[in-house]
């Protein structure tokens, strides 16, 4: 069993992580404090290769492997979670599926832009009454004169107020439930495609994530994504590989908050010493130290897995599981090293406090994860 990076993925760690502290962080705070899309971040992501990541060079991309996006993403991430979800849903949800399963044409009209980050990719898949129970959909596509016409709400659309191009799962077939879903490319610009309502979110608040509605939209019948009725499938293949991307993002934010405590706690002094050389500190310090290598571990074995082909579902959502609870522990604990200071927004623990929540709800919370991996262990047994 290795567990060395190839030089070639060391470089790639090493550039996200200088392009991270040099220019994301800093603008982190101005980030969430206005809810602005991080623009500037993603324009400098795109530019270096870091949005579509494993897409083919032949469309753009950096023709990288997994492990290697993985890596980039945890970076990023741990500089600001906001730029780090926009770069996740680009990579894992739009550009990955888009590549798996378009036709030539589709990749040539969408893939590049979106690879190089010219162009923005929303995933449409969670509607009021579709949360944790993905194949109940309700927007329909029905096909007329060449086209399909859609109507129904998708909700908690990360970059949906930014999107060019929605990955949108629809209800073909009224009779049949996950065998009845079928996915569409649709063009933010097509006729009765809507953006009404922004969430405000508490943590990743530069995410721009939307509320979107289709009210007779036109959408070619050559937008259809891979094959009729087939769409549920490549949503859960699609999230298999997002999930590990969200886990990438959360130990990116338990890093974060683990740097940021260890730094107040040596600097920070009371009863005539520094609290690091208090063991109730150090205790705290030395848990979150050892369940972020825990979650890389878990996270870099999915990532391998799924760059190699194999089927990871048990592993991406042990690892999305676990990642996420160890950064909703690890930022409750720095703020707790920080004590009241904590609590206030000119400290960056707030704010990952915040943005650490978020990781245990989206691409399945945690309870879908225990589901997925309940079942999985089922079946090999």
Known sequence: MDFELSEEQEMIRAAARELATREIAPRAPHTDETRE???????????????????????????????????????????CAATGVVMSVQNSLVCGPLQQFGTADQKRRYLEGLATGK??????????????????????????????????TKIFVTNGGVADLLLVYTRTDPAAKSRGITAFLVET??????????????????????????????????????????????????????????????????RNALAEALKYAQERVQFGQPIAEFQSIQWMLADMATEVSAAQLLTYR?????????????????????????????????????????????????????????????EGTSQVQRLVIAANLLKES
């Open 37 to 79: 899309f991080p623009w500037d971040s993603i324009r400098r992501l795109g530019e270096m290769g870091f949005m579509g990541m494993c897409v083919d060079p032949e469309w753009g991309g950096a023709g990288l492997d997994f492990l290697s996006y993985i890596l980039a993403l945890e970076e990023v991430s741990a500089a």
């Open 119 to 152: 162009k923005i990719g929303a995933y449409c898949l969670t509607e009021p009454e579709a949360g944790s129970d993905a194949a109940n959909q309700k927007t329909t596509a029905v096909p007329r004169d060449g086209k399909y016409i859609l109507n129904g």
């Open 189 to 254: 610009g097509f006729p009765g495609v809507e953006r009404p309502h922004r969430e405000k979110t508490m943590g990743i608040r530069g995410s721009s994530t939307m509320e979107i509605v289709f009210k007779d939209a036109e959408v070619p019948a050559e937008n259809l994504l891979g094959e009729l009725h087939r769409g549920y499938s490549i949503a859960m293949a699609t999230l298999e590989g997002g999930r590990i991307g969200i886990a990438a993002q959360a130990i990116g934010i338990a």
């Open 302 to 362: 999915a990532a391998v897995m799924r760059g190699a082909g194999e089927r990871c579902a048990k592993e991406a959502s042990m690892a999305k599981l676990y990642a996420s609870e160890v950064a909703v522990r690890s930022a409750d604990r720095a703020v707790q090293i920080h004590g009241g200071y904590g609590y206030i927004q000119d400290f960056p623990v707030e704010r990952l406090y915040r943005d650490a929540k978020i990781t245990q709800l989206y």
